[in-house]
């Protein structure tokens, strides 16, 4: 079965500083891995997602995480955080064998940016 | 475009009531997955439409549970006789085509508080 850890709770971060958001899998094919952000009282957003190719994935807002197979991580970084980046976020992989579309979810890391 | 949409976005059930969820796909959407959200957690499956036909309700915690799509396009989560624990937030999603490769852009969710 697939899996997807976030190992942080929180992460709390200056404005301007960068940041990342850890996140590792376990899946038994290639990896379809994707990041959502969550807003008080609002549905998930995509942000990026990592099919096959380049190990650097760069998404929405100014968002890029980095595929590294050989420690099954998919983290989730940006340059310089904004307050408004505030949020909860969530690693997800996707099924891999047969016809299974479901998306597998860690349990979230919220993101604290101060000024 | 308009995203997906459900309703009602809160409700309230006295336990043992029966509650029905909608959801509104973005038009054109082959694909239909309701989540289940639970307090502090990330999403979690429960089944999966491909048009009208339902293709995995692995995810489905109980025959309480049931869904529908009958049409293709709007979907229905119906949860009989309500317990405690299915107070949850219900998420909706929809991807354009079957398949894994394709995002899912998700609804702002149905918050359900069983007392």
């Known amino acids: 079965a697939q899996s997807v850890a976030q190992p942080e709770d929180q992460v709390n971060v200056a404005e301007g500083n960068p940041l990342t958001v850890k996140c590792t899998y376990s899946v038994s094919g290639n990896p379809y891995l994707f990041w959502y952000v969550q807003y008080p009282n609002r549905g998930l957003q995509f942000l990026l997602k990592y099919i096959t190719g380049d190990n650097l994935v760069k998404g929405s807002y100014g968002f890029e995480a980095e595929f590294n197979k050989s420690q099954t991580s998919f983290h989730l970084k940006k340059p310089s955080a904004l307050v408004s980046d505030s949020a909860l976020y969530f690693c997800a992989v996707r099924d891999t064998t047969g016809t299974a579309s479901k998306l597998t979810f860690g349990t979230g890391t919220r993101l604290q940016v101060t000024l | 475009g308009a995203g997906v949409s459900q309703s009602p976005r809160y409700k309230v059930a006295k336990r043992g009531q029966d509650v029905a969820l909608r959801c509104d796909p973005i038009s054109g959407h082959v694909s239909l997955f309701w989540y289940q959200q639970a307090l502090g957690q990330g999403p979690e499956f429960l089944t999966y439409?491909?048009?009208?036909?339902?293709?995995?309700k692995s995810g489905l915690p109980s025959d309480r549970f049931f869904a529908e799509r009958p049409e293709g396009s709007v979907s229905t989560l119906k949860i009989q006789r309500t317990q405690q624990e299915d107070s949850a937030v219900y998420l909706c999603?929809?991807?354009?085509?079957?398949?894994?490769?394709?995002?899912?852009?998700f609804g702002p969710g149905t918050r359900l508080t069983v007392t």
């Open positions: 999603a929809s991807s354009l085509v079957q398949g894994r490769l394709y995002e899912q852009y």
């Open positions: 439409f491909q048009n009208e036909a339902q293709l995995d």
